[in-house]
């Protein structure tokens, strides 16, 4: 028997791609090197080199998508197996599946305060 890989595979992709371009933007946005030299004074007066939370931030929100990414693959697929046998547990399916997109959100919460950091 064959096993399914549409949806969760696509969706696996998408995450991974916007884990990429959300760490290439922190990475290699205009805007980040025109505010490091700003950032690097302020930086400088608190101790904290503004290059590293910057690969921080990018680390964050990049790593935490690719995780969402495989969390969401794995818990909807095994969310579709269920729902093909029960359709009744549609909610508490759906539930699982933002409880595993929760953990994009928390990287990229946790990049936005480390970069408010800085400023």
Excluded: C
């Excluded at 028997?1 to 959300?22: E, N």
């Excluded at 290439?24 to 090197?33: D, F, G, I, R, Y």
């Excluded at 904290?48 to 969402?68: H, M, N, Q, R």
């Amino acid at each position: 028997m064959k096993k399914p890989f549409g949806i969760p595979l696509a969706m696996m992709a998408l995450t991974f791609v916007l884990g990429l371009v959300s760490t290439a933007l922190l990475l290699w946005a205009p805007e980040a090197h025109a505010a490091s030299e700003v950032a690097a004074a302020t930086a400088r007066s608190t101790g904290i080199d503004s290059s590293w939370v910057f690969i921080g931030a990018a680390l964050a929100t990049g790593l935490s998508s690719l995780g969402a990414g495989f969390a969401v693959a794995k818990v909807g697929t095994a969310a579709v197996g269920a729902l093909a046998e029960k359709p009744e547990l549609f909610g508490r399916l759906l539930i699982f599946i933002g409880l595993a997109e929760g953990i994009a959100i928390y990287g990229l919460i946790v990049s936005i305060l480390m970069l408010n950091r800085l400023g």
